[in-house]
């Protein structure tokens, strides 16, 4: 726990109750001590994924997150650098809580994009199974935007969840034989079905 | 076979004067001398003994007349003492010249200075006196009574026009002086003598100079003792005399190397002691006790006025401090800055001195602001290159952190490494 006398909050965006590690200069610094930095690492780790937990963000794309205040102190004057924040991504892919997403056909905006797993597709598994057995959809045929944005998952965490986060979260009861995937005739996939869990 | 010998003893009136000796001999020794050397080479002797001109001959070549050293025949002046010799193969008409110009003047006893030559007072710093037959002891007698009575002085006086003359005349014949053999080589030798004496004398104006510098150091450092004392004295005019009397001296004597003869280990002994006495001087303490070898070696330098040392003998002198168990050693940063600091103190008690001055301050003064360089040079006296040395050397160790800006950079305490923040419990209320 901190001791640290003065909690900032910017609360330009969001009111996201930020760490007072956030007011203090050096954290924006990256550090050239190895391993203050990877103290330093595993801090922006958790307050990306704190972040963006708290305003439900899937995806960040660096170009526009950049300014976001979740890298801009304005009270302290402070903001991260663009390359430690691909280095902090960097190390959050080697986690596992993040992953790169190829830029869109162009070579030059490559991992500048990046899938924020606040939530381990295994943690979204779980969460979806529940939700299933809890609202008795054993055995129906869901489609994938009926998961994300139907009104039965209005009040749900995965609420507007990222499809490509979905498709994982799916392959993980895929994988516990909880789910099939259902095609349609064309080939296309058209739904998934759920089996209760054994 | 010589006709001057032979008009000696034939002549009527009184003999010429010995012209070795100068003294006019009787008839009868004349006669006697004839007598002892009859059956010898009769001409010879008699020649040596009082003829003025020429030399004694043998195979070699003839004697001198002055000083009897045995001339090559060819040399027109004698090698050994410069005096001119007179071959006897000369036209008898010329000798004869030669002859009667030595004999003509009766009031100077004649000597064996060829005929017309006459030296310069001002070139003539001894004369050297021979004598073959004794009465060295008559003369020394005389020569103290004309000291003593300074005839001289007199004598100047009447002839006073006649000297002018004489004067002008030598003056001429100077020019033809020897240059050549050991009597060239012996003036030669005290022209020398005189030219290192009038050096000596230059050398001399320069050692008083010196002497009257350390005088007007000495007053330099009276004077800022007494400013430093007295009231009411403006502080700027107090640092200024102080710096200056230190740029001024060393308070010991300048170590060099020609003086710590016994070979370099000496002289670093040496110098690694001025230095540390020119540290102690309150150079150190003015730089809060550490400072760059690059400072301190230009600071000594100037301290040294004009013996300079080479950075090399400098650097070799600092790294004996500790074997020589002086209070003083180098240290090096991992920048590869070398600085010099007092042997009490630790690197890890310097550098835990500035990391607990930073967490006060920054405890005090909020925790947006930490430390520059600036503020630990102001802090602790040290140079800002050294001040950042201190800083990096902390935050290598994990204490401090930095904050790089557009404003610079600044040192905090390290709470990057002691911040704990459980954010599913705290912003989301989870329980792990």
């Given amino acids: 726990m901190s001791t640290l006398p003065s909690l900032s909050t910017s609360s330009r965006n969001t009111s996201f109750p ?40 899937w995806r960040i794309d660096l170009n526009t997150a950049i300014e976001w205040d979740l890298f801009n102190n304005r009270d302290i004057n402070r903001s991260l650098k663009l390359e430690t924040c691909k280095e902090v991504l960097d190390s959050m892919v080697m986690k596992g809580d993040a992953e790169w997403v190829s830029g869109s056909g162009s070579h030059v905006s490559k991992n500048t994009s990046a899938i924020i ?39 749900q965490d995965f609420r507007g969840i990222d499809p490509t986060i979905l498709r994982k979260a799916l392959d993980v009861l895929i994988r516990r034989g909880q789910a099939q995937i259902m095609k349609s005739a064309d080939g296309e996939e058209a739904g998934v079905k759920f089996f209760g869990s054994q | 076979s010589f006709s001057n010998a032979m008009k000696v003893a034939d002549s009527d009136g009184p003999p010429p004067p010995c012209l070795t000796c100068g003294i006019r001999p009787t008839v009868s020794v004349i006669e006697q001398a004839k007598e002892a050397i009859a059956g010898v080479n009769k001409a010879a002797h008699l020649y040596s003994a009082h003829l003025p001109i020429g030399g004694v001959e043998n195979e070699n070549g003839f004697a001198c007349p002055r000083c009897t050293f045995v001339n090559h025949p060819s040399l027109l002046q004698c090698e050994m003492c410069g005096a001119t010799l007179v071959s006897k193969n000369l036209p008898p008409t010329l000798l004869d010249n030669a002859v009667k110009d030595l004999v003509v003047n009766e009031r100077y006893s004649p000597s064996p200075t060829p005929p ?24 020394l007698d005389k020569l103290k009574n004309v ?37 060239g080589l012996e003036i030669q030798s005290v022209k020398e003598c005189q030219r290192n004496l009038e050096l000596m004398h230059s050398l001399n104006d320069l050692d008083s100079l010196m002497q009257k510098a350390k005088e007007m150091v000495s007053l330099a450092e009276t004077f800022a003792m007494r400013l430093s004392n007295a009231p009411g004295v403006p502080e700027e005019a107090r640092t200024a005399l102080l710096e200056s009397s230190e740029a001024l001296s060393l308070s010991s004597p300048i170590v060099m190397r020609e003086m710590a003869g016994s070979g370099d280990e000496t002289f670093y002994a040496e110098l690694a002691r001025q230095l540390a006495e020119f540290l102690d001087n309150g150079v150190l303490v003015k730089e809060g006790g550490i400072m760059t070898l690059f400072d301190l070696y230009a600071l000594y330098n100037r301290a040294r006025g004009l013996s300079l040392i080479s950075p090399k003998d400098f ?61 630990v040079n102001q802090r602790f006296g040290w140079s800002v290159t050294i001040a950042l040395e201190e800083l990096e050397t902390a935050e290598v160790s994990g204490n401090l952190s930095r904050d790089s800006s557009v404003e610079g950079t600044r040192f905090y305490e390290n709470l990057i490494n002691t911040f704990r923040w459980n954010w599913k419990k705290e912003v989301f209320q989870e329980r792990y």
């Fill in chain 1, 18 to 57: 930020f760490p007072s590690i956030y007011s203090f200069p050096p954290f924006f610094t990256r550090q050239p001590n190895s391993q203050t930095w990877t103290s330093q690492l595993s801090l922006w780790n958790s307050l990306i994924l704190a972040y963006c937990r708290y305003n439900r963000i």
């Fill in chain 1, 117 to 155: 797993y606040w939530r381990r597709p295994e943690e979204w598994a779980n969460i979806i199974a529940d939700w299933i057995d809890s609202t008795g959809q054993k055995n129906t045929i869901l489609t994938l935007y009926e998961i994300a944005e139907g009104d039965l998952s209005l009040s």
């Fill in chain 2, 147 to 183: 000291l003593q009575d300074r005839i001289w002085e007199r004598r100047t006086r009447n002839i006073g026009t006649v000297g002018a003359s004489q004067d002008r005349r030598s003056r001429t014949l100077t020019q033809r002086l020897p240059k050549l053999g050991i009597h």
């Fill in chain 2, 116 to 139: 017309g030559v006459r030296y310069n007072d001002d070139d003539i710093d001894y004369i050297k006196i021979s004598f073959r037959t004794g009465g060295e002891r008559i003369f």
């Fill in chain 2, 315 to 375: 650097y070799r002198a600092c790294s004996i401090f500790e074997k020589l168990r002086l209070p003083f050693r180098l240290r090096q940063f991992r920048t590869g800055v070398v600085v010099v600091q007092e042997a009490y103190y630790s690197d890890d008690a310097v550098n835990s001195m500035l990391i607990d001055w930073i967490k006060t301050t920054s405890r005090e003064r909020g925790i947006s602001l930490g430390v520059t360089a600036q503020d």
